[in-house]
């Protein structure tokens, strides 16, 4: 079975600070890792996604984040966060020759402080 | 906007009653996706078509239905509605069906039952 895990309802950082959000997950087979934002009243919108390749994976508004194999974890980051940044995360896992469809973990609201 | 349609915005019904929750993908995309996002479940994989045809299926009630017409549009049947069958429900969509591909998120229908 498919799985994701993100261990922080919450992360508070203050504008201009990095910021990382974490997720790790547990596949049987080789994974795909998406990272999603929602706004509120919103669908969830695409951030990046690893599929193979280079670890280092980068994508919208300045989002990057890193596949770690060894620690079987996909955590998303920003060098310099915005207040516009603030809302609610989303990671998701499914697996490479599988038939199965995305898997999300609970989500981490995110909030940037001015 | 992701290109996504869903209609309608809101919806208020009882229990026992039956809905039907409608979703346009993007132009091009093939394939849909339902999802149901509540308090308590977080963010959950119902169904999959691509092309007409089922493809998966993840956490879907036996009440629940789905279909996928020619022109690509779908819908989602809501039967004998229960109190916890309140929640946000997303229709996304995406070019190919294979879960390496992103997926694009409509706005949601809400749905309230009273």
């Known amino acids: 079975a498919q799985s994701v895990a993100q261990p922080e309802d919450q992360v508070n950082v203050a504008e201009g600070n990095p910021l990382t959000v974490k997720c790790t997950y547990s596949?049987?087979?080789?994974?795909?890792l998406f990272w999603y934002v929602q706004y509120p009243n919103r669908g969830l919108q695409f951030l990046l996604k690893?599929?193979?390749?280079?670890?280092l994976v980068k994508g919208s508004y300045g989002f990057e984040a890193e596949f770690n194999k060894s620690q079987t974890s996909f955590h998303l980051k920003k060098p310099s966060a915005l207040v516009s940044d603030s809302a609610l995360y989303f990671c998701a896992v499914s697996e490479s020759g599988s038939a199965r469809q995305l898997t999300f973990g609970s989500g981490t609201q995110l909030t940037v402080l001015p | 906007d992701s290109g996504v349609t869903q209609t309608p915005k809101h919806l208020i019904t009882a229990t026992g009653q039956r809905v039907t929750l409608r979703c346009s993908p993007r132009?091009?995309?093939?394939?849909v996706y339902w999802y149901q996002q509540s308090l308590d479940q977080g963010l959950q994989f119902l169904i999959q078509y691509y092309n007409g045809e089922e493809r998966a299926k993840g956490n879907i009630l036996e009440r629940f239905s789905a279909q996928q017409f020619p022109d690509l549009h779908s819908e989602l049947n809501l039967s004998s509605l229960e109190l916890g069958d309140s929640a946000l429900y997303f229709c996304?969509?995406?070019?190919?069906?294979?879960?390496?591909?992103?997926?694009?998120f409509g706005p949601g229908t809400r749905l309230t039952v009273l």
């Open positions: 596949v049987s087979g080789n994974p795909y």
């Open positions: 690893y599929i193979t390749g280079d670890n």
């Open positions: 996304a969509s995406s070019v190919g069906g294979a879960p390496s591909h992103e997926q694009f």
């Open positions: 132009s091009g995309d093939l394939s």
